[in-house]
């Protein structure tokens, strides 16, 4: 009896053993049934840092915690690729956990350099919409699988923003005498983007020759279809008795050099520009 009930310890160990070198994925499923797997899926993208230059790709993402333990995340990887072209790949660890039995929004950045965008996408210029398909991964320590990544796609439009060209048009002289001169200066912006934007604001510094002739400021100036252009009027005034006569003399001829300084402020439907204005050119004098 003694050897009999060895006997059966020892098979039952074996087996046991046999059970246990089993991967652990399988030896628990074997027990339990499929194992619930966490869920992640994209709700939302914002342009962040927003700027000449560069932005930032901000993929809201929705994550679904089955377990009732609290799930670690641990990275996100990510390439974005434009007609099947990639131009932005990288990764980044992440810190946090989601609840036990929870759903947590968590927002993914990625940076887009523009210039290293037009680099490996020769035929796209500034003020173009281009299309992507992004393919993220989203890792998480699960518990009794250990590491996982959640697999995640969206497609979208990432614009790469040319500044509006800004330039004096012309000044149209009224009442002219020695006192001086009153006028109409025509400013025109042009918008070589296509998207829309709206002029939010301008502020401006305009010279003929060294002679300061317009300074302010407008708010809400205009709207500009992708590809359209306005012309924008500012009443200005010159004085020969804070100028001399030479400004009597500069206004009564053909046209004059001007510079354009101050700053414009578009908004966009990816976020609001402000962009420093320096232009230099000959305005004609209309009467």
């Known amino acids: 009896m003694m050897f009999?009930?060895?006997?059966?310890?020892?098979?039952?160990?074996?087996?046991l053993g046999g059970l246990l070198a089993l991967p652990g994925c399988a030896f628990l499923q074997g027990l339990l049934g499929p194992l619930p797997t966490p869920n992640a899926s994209v709700?939302?993208?914002?342009?962040?840092?927003?700027?000449?230059?560069?932005?930032?790709?901000?993929?809201?993402?929705?994550?679904?915690?089955?377990?009732?333990?609290?799930?670690?995340l641990v990275n996100i990887d990510y390439t974005l690729a434009?007609?099947?072209?990639?131009?932005?790949?990288?990764q980044a660890p992440l810190e946090g956990t989601i609840p036990a039995g929870e759903s947590n929004t968590v927002s993914l950045p990625a940076k887009v350099v523009f210039l290293e965008v037009l680099k490996v996408l020769p035929n796209v210029r500034p003020?173009?919409?281009?299309?992507?398909?992004?393919?993220?991964?989203?890792?998480?320590?699960?518990?009794a699988l250990g590491t996982l990544r959640l697999p995640i796609e969206k497609e979208g439009d990432l614009p790469v923003p040319a500044p509006p060209n800004v330039s004096v048009t012309s000044?149209?002289?009224?009442?002219?005498s020695l006192?001086?001169?009153?006028?109409?200066?025509?400013?025109?912006?042009?918008?070589?983007?296509?998207?829309?934007?709206?002029?939010?604001?301008?502020?401006?510094?305009?010279k003929l020759g060294n002679f300061d002739l317009a300074k302010g400021g407008l708010v809400n100036a205009a709207s500009l279809a992708a590809g359209a252009a306005q012309e924008i009027g500012i009443?200005?005034?010159?004085?020969?008795?804070?100028?001399?006569?030479a400004i009597l003399q500069m206004v009564q001829g053909q046209s004059s050099a001007y510079s354009l300084g101050g700053a414009i402020a578009i908004g966009t439907p990816f976020g609001p520009l402000r962009i420093p204005l320096a232009?230099?050119?000959?305005?004609?004098?209309?009467?």
Not at 184 to 199: E, G
């Open 4 to 15: 009999k009930t060895t006997r059966g310890v020892r098979t039952v160990v074996l087996l």
């Open 43 to 72: 709700t939302g993208v914002r342009v962040t840092d927003f700027s000449l230059t560069q932005l930032t790709l901000v993929f809201d993402t929705k994550i679904t915690n089955p377990y009732t333990v609290p799930l670690p």
């Open 82 to 90: 434009s007609q099947g072209q990639p131009f932005l790949q990288g």
């Open 127 to 143: 003020g173009a919409l281009i299309p992507y398909h992004g393919t993220l991964g989203l890792s998480v320590n699960a518990p």
């Open 171 to 176: 000044v149209t002289w009224q009442n002219l």
């Open 179 to 206: 006192a001086g001169a009153t006028g109409l200066l025509k400013m025109r912006v042009a918008n070589p983007n296509t998207f829309a934007f709206d002029i939010a604001g301008l502020d401006y510094d305009i």
């Open 235 to 245: 009443n200005v005034s010159v004085s020969t008795a804070r100028a001399g006569l």
């Open 279 to 287: 232009h230099t050119g000959q305005v004609p004098f209309m009467r």
